[in-house]
């Protein structure tokens, strides 16, 4: 009678591992190795592809054409790049810009209810003297503000303009505090991330003391008549000061000068 283990034992000897069988668990030993068979059989049976070519020209002209694509802007793009351009022209040396971001509203009827919520958003920043607008994608914004040479802060202000976020300009820093006290009034819907203010990028604690000063036309006006005429009448008192006491010691020379004259002339008749 033949015996299962003795035959089992003959077919297969210590340490001889079957072709085609994975390990059901990779050990971390790099001394461990699979097969010879199953390594050969994987480089035959395994589909490989060339490796792509640096210099293929369909694959340089398609490099190409993807860079320029995104380095400029066509069709409708590139109306809306050359009117924010003209925003930012009007906008950036006096005004400031703010980006707003919006929540994703997690049901059907969402653009309705978007829509609606930011049309009334949009109606209390203007009464607040401001513009808030929904007309510029992403990919607009950041070529834009990228290219914008006259304010390199822009660039970095595209950090933080994402996909869900829109922008809100004004020219009048004053009316900057009627804004934000707008957007408190709209926060299940919209967020403030960040802006800028004359040409100079502000956190949300900077733009909130911006909006604390007193930015008043008259006020700044009478501020800057002050300095102004500060400096001038400090001016005249230092040039009065030099002028008095350079006529003063014109008058003592004139005074020693007389007396040396009656001196020669008293000199002259005792001579004579």
Same mark, same amino acid.
């Given at each position: #009678? ?35 068979? =199953?390594?050969? #059989? ?19 002209? &398609? ?33 400031? +810009?703010?980006?707003?971001? +919006?929540?994703? #509203?997690?049901?059907?009827? #969402?653009? =309705?209810? +978007?829509?609606?919520? +930011? ?16 007309? =510029? ?10 290219? =914008? ?50 040409? &100079? ?32 009448? &400090? ?5 009065? &000061? ?31």
């Amino acid at each position: #009678m033949i015996k299962v283990s003795s035959i089992l034992n003959d077919g297969f000897k210590k340490r001889q591992l079957l072709p085609f069988v994975l390990p059901t668990r990779r050990s971390r030993n790099p001394k461990i190795k699979p097969s010879p068979d =199953y390594a050969i #059989m994987k480089k035959i049976t395994w589909p490989s592809l060339p490796k792509p070519k640096n210099d293929d020209r369909a694959t340089l002209n &398609q490099r190409l054409a993807v860079k320029f694509e995104n380095e400029h802007l066509f069709g409708i793009d590139h109306t809306l790049g050359i009117k924010l351009q003209k925003i930012i022209e009007e906008n950036a040396h006096t005004g400031f +810009f703010l980006i707003i971001g +919006f929540f994703q #509203m997690p049901f059907d009827n #969402m653009d =309705y209810a +978007f829509m609606d919520a +930011f049309a009334t958003l949009a109606r209390d920043v203007e009464k607040a003297g401001a513009t808030l607008t929904h007309q =510029y994608p992403k990919h607009v914004r950041d070529l834009v503000f990228r290219h =914008y040479e006259e304010c390199p802060a822009l660039k970095d202000l595209s950090r933080i303009a994402f996909k869900n976020t829109d922008l809100l300009y004004g020219s009048d820093i004053s009316k900057l505090k009627k804004v934000l006290n707008s957007l408190k009034k709209h926060k299940t819907s919209f967020v403030l991330l960040g802006g800028m203010v004359q040409k &100079q990028l502000c956190t949300i604690e900077q733009l909130e003391s911006i909006s604390k000063l007193d930015l008043d036309e008259t006020t700044l006006r009478g501020e800057t008549l002050g300095i102004l005429s500060h400096h001038q009448n &400090q001016t005249l008192g230092l040039l009065s &000061q030099h002028q008095n006491h350079t006529s003063a010691l014109l008058q003592q020379h004139q005074q020693q000068f007389l007396g040396l004259l009656h001196q020669l002339e008293v000199q002259k008749k005792d001579a004579s």
